[in-house]
């Protein structure tokens, strides 16, 4: 009787959660898992003992378990308790009691959980295409008028040269838009462009069948090499002659938040740069060797990708040290330029990634011997726009070339050693269980592209042991940006009970769509709030590191979206799904 009393309880309790509130305060990944894969939420500020699953009518619990405090977590403030279900494997959409708090947001349990995620995440890249009208066929209710032709673009002052003098016009239409800015940026372009090309060329069986609804979804090149190819092909144009590669194309000042039909103002490409033409030269060499592969679809293309890398290669030897700098040049030429800069000052890393890329492409040990990554080990980290040679040691250690094989061991325990590092915090120290947030310094502006590198490399490290602990940790990564972390935001819009609504995109707020174009991944937290200025009416929820996050067109600190952010997106989320899927 006792018993039956008690059951009783249990389930009238359970049952008047059918008219819960979605709680804040329960962090779960708002797409779903795996049923053979980790499944973790966080329950914050509760004193909760126990917590339940329950069916999609929130009346049937479908397991229960007991919550695990794990201490407070000082980027957050919050004190934290962790629901593990992983044992759970029934597919299925469900929801994460917690008495005293109430529900989650919904998730289902099921295969192929994140490739609708993916799909979306590499779509985003058809969105940003320049030059060209995005037709209902392929873009549904996003389609849009053609923008930026970009074919009289203007030689800028700072780029001026003897056969090219100010005023000249050049043609360099196509590509990708860079952010939520209508501008082209080589130095961005470089680390974004390697990416989605490192995703075909790590797990080319499973992509050689994934299909995006594309203009050249019917040829018989795999799709994200054809979107990939958008870029390349635009980065071609940004080459001068002598081998140089012009930093960027852009307007003098950002456009209004207009559609990019609307936006005609003049543009330039500005001075040549060492860090922008080895940039240049690293996805020009990649790109040869992946396309080789398809010679007969893309006559010339490789032998014309590796031409342009090697031109590049020696103009950047020969100017070793040309950093862009844009307050310099504003003063010095008109019209001022305003745009991003991407001026970075350390140029060692791209002398290192253009060399090995060179070198997995040609075979030739002189490359490998001028990359000296040896010299960098106990140095990489995760890698940026600004931090490239880790892409080397990706390179290298996927493509096994016998000229440097008695140099990748070291070069593995080096790549693993980082990726111990981010599995140890994710799986054993986390307050979320999470690898993002090891120092207050993983929280800057596109803190969510430096979670998901994180989760590449945890990836390149499973693929190297078969380890499951790396692959569970880089799981982790993705449940950070879908809704477990300290704000309980899905990062990436369209996906999610609780996404990002109003990135900083110009076509998503200027094109009178209520939803913002979905799979995009914003920025994400960022403490430094370098947009409060143009913020007057819209103020950062908190200063704390985890939760310095603002939903609001306005936030371009923490709330744009970038190609060079949604690109390791695409390789986690489809990187999980190959490795799922065992298509390696």
């Known amino acids: 009787m006792k018993r039956l009393a008690l059951s009783i309880i249990t389930s009238c309790t359970l049952a008047s959660t059918t008219a819960q509130q979605v709680s804040e305060n329960i962090k779960i990944n708002q797409v779903g898992f795996y049923p053979d894969g980790p499944k973790l939420a966080i329950a914050t500020n509760s004193s909760a003992k126990k917590f339940y699953l329950l069916g999609e009518s929130k009346k049937d619990t479908a397991f229960k378990g007991t919550l695990i405090p794990t201490g407070t977590w000082e980027y957050s403030g919050e004190t934290t308790s962790k629901a593990d279900f992983s044992s759970f494997v029934k597919a299925g959409k469900y929801v994460l009691f917690v008495p005293g708090l109430g529900n989650s947001y919904p998730f289902e349990i099921a295969p192929k959980i994140n490739e609708n995620l993916g799909k979306a995440a590499l779509k985003t890249f058809y969105y940003q295409r320049v030059s060209v009208e995005l037709l209902p066929e392929y873009a549904g209710k996003f389609a849009r008028k053609a923008g930026h032709p970009d074919n009289e673009v203007l030689i800028h002052g700072s780029a001026q040269s ?92 950002f456009d209004a938040f207009v559609m990019p039909d609307k936006a005609v103002s003049p543009r330039y490409v500005v001075v040549k740069t060492t860090a922008a033409t080895n940039d240049f030269a690293a996805v020009m060499a990649q790109s040869a060797r992946i396309f080789k592969k398809f010679s007969k679809q893309l006559p010339g293309l490789s032998d014309s990708c590796l031409k342009a890398a090697e031109k590049a290669y020696n103009w950047a030897k020969k100017n070793p040290g040309i950093t862009y700098e844009q307050d310099q040049i504003s003063k010095s030429f008109a019209p001022a330029i305003v745009t991003g800069a991407y001026d970075d000052k350390n140029l060692t890393d791209e002398a290192q990634w253009a060399a090995s890329e060179l070198f997995v492409t040609t075979g030739k040990p002189e490359y490998f011997s001028e990359a000296n990554l040896k010299s960098t080990i106990g140095k990489f980290g995760v890698p940026g726009w600004q931090s490239v040679n880790t892409l080397a040691l990706f390179s290298i250690v996927s493509n096994k070339t016998s000229a440097a094989i008695a140099d990748i061991k070291s070069l593995e325990t080096e790549l693993l050693a980082i990726a111990d590092k981010y599995k140890n915090y994710a799986l054993k120290k986390s307050e979320y269980g999470i690898p993002m947030g090891q120092s207050k310094d993983d929280f800057v502006w596109g803190s969510n592209s430096t979670d998901a590198n994180e ?100 936030s371009y600190a923490s709330n744009e979206i970038a190609i060079n952010w949604n690109a390791p997106l695409v390789y986690l989320a489809l990187g999980i799904e190959a490795i799922k899927a065992g298509q390696k």
């Not at 880089?474 to 009970?497: C, E, H, K, P, Q």
């Open 455 to 554: 989760g590449i490399i945890l990836l390149m490290a499973y693929d190297l042991t078969k380890n499951k602990e790396y692959l569970n940790a880089a799981i982790a990564a993705l449940d950070y940006l879908l809704g477990r972390n300290g704000t309980g935001y899905s990062y990436v819009t369209g996906f999610g009970g609780k996404p990002s609504i109003h990135p900083h995109h110009r076509p998503s707020e200027a094109d009178g769509i209520t939803e913002p174009i979905p799979g995009f991944l914003v920025g994400g937290p960022n403490p430094g709030v370098q947009d409060q200025s143009n913020c007057p009416d819209a103020k950062y929820p908190s200063t704390k590191p985890a939760l310095a996050y603002l939903d609001h067109v306005c």
């Open 162 to 253: 003897v056969k090219r003098p100010e005023g000249t016009k050049i043609s360099s239409p196509g590509g990708w838009y860079d952010a939520g800015d209508y501008n082209k940026y080589i130095v961005n372009s470089g680390i974004s462009t390697y990416t989605l090309l490192a995703a075909y060329e790590h797990y080319p069986a499973y992509f050689n069948s994934l299909k995006l609804n594309i203009p050249e979804s019917k040829n018989e090149v795999p799709d994200i090499l054809d979107e990939s190819l958008v870029n390349v092909r635009w980065m071609l144009t940004m080459q001068d002659e002598d081998g140089g590669v012009y930093h960027k194309l852009t307007n003098a000042n």
